[in-house]
């Protein structure tokens, strides 16, 4: 018999009076730039403004304003910038000071592995790149559903970040004399306060929400015990933690799964 070709079908004809739907676009963003902007620059001006908290408290703590300028302006990670002035405002050596924030910065290199593939920008912006990889840029980078995205979003929360940041450091470490004693209006808790709401959305899975919290049941437990910095790095050991129990209780329930009815017997050997 003769080979039968298959006619294409015609698609069905739309209703009278509604037009035909044109075809998605399969290259184009599944996220409106628009949303990844309004999203971005809701964080950068949110956390932007916590700088003027910055400013206050390190101006509290004794620190000169060109070194609290120069803080914002070249270390830019707030909560290694707030843990070497509290460290600095309780006595503490500098140099332990400084070795405590360097240990919370970085978990920003973690978010450079990461964001690294994700971005992919030539090697010659992943230095200046580099420079607003933290916390906040990590998270709306990461929310996003493409490249085209996360770069958008990246680039709009760095930048609006940054430039916000600076300025309010500015003016809290000139405003900080008439605000008095600063501990007591407790503006350091603004920063971490608004990276918790923008990771609370992203704990979706059980084990994720695990990893969470035994990471801060190792810090609760550990920060009173360490120097600074350091809890926040032993935390990061929760996400193996959960990982190896989870693949512990898959195997258990494989093998459970295995003794039951739908077993595949193992072959006799036919000799």
Request: hydrophobic share 50%.
């Amino acid at each position: 018999m003769a080979e039968q070709t298959e006619m294409p079908r015609a698609e069905p004809a739309a209703p009278p009076g509604r037009p035909v739907p044109a075809p998605a676009d399969p290259d184009g963003p599944a996220k409106p730039d628009s949303a990844v902007i309004r999203d971005a620059l809701g964080v950068g001006v949110a956390v932007g403004l916590s700088g003027f908290a910055f400013g206050v408290t390190s101006a509290g703590a004794g620190i000169g304003l060109l070194q609290t300028c120069a803080l914002s302006l070249l270390v830019f990670t707030g909560a290694s910038q707030f843990a070497l002035v509290g460290a600095l405002a309780a006595g503490g050596n500098p140099l332990t000071a400084a070795a405590g924030a360097f240990f919370l910065g970085t978990r920003n290199a973690f978010y450079g592995l990461r964001l690294s593939a994700l971005l992919g920008h030539r090697p010659a912006v992943r230095p200046l790149a580099a420079h607003w990889i933290i916390d906040e840029t990590a998270a709306v980078t990461l929310a996003q559903p493409d490249r085209r995205s996360a770069r958008l979003g990246f680039t709009v929360t760095g930048l609006t970040l940054y430039l916000l940041w600076n300025v309010t450091t500015l003016v809290g470490a000139l405003g900080a004399g008439a605000l008095g004693d600063t501990g007591a209006w407790g503006l350091d808790a603004a920063a971490p306060a608004v990276f918790l709401a923008l990771l609370a959305p992203m704990l979706k899975s059980g084990a994720e929400r695990a990893t969470a919290g035994l990471a801060v049941l190792l810090v609760m437990v550990t920060l009173p015990l360490l120097p600074t910095g350091v809890p926040v790095l032993l935390s990061a050991l929760a996400a193996p933690a959960v990982l190896m129990v989870r693949g512990r209780r898959d195997r258990t329930r494989g093998r459970a799964h295995d003794n039951g009815d739908g077993r595949t017997a193992p072959e006799e050997d036919r000799t």
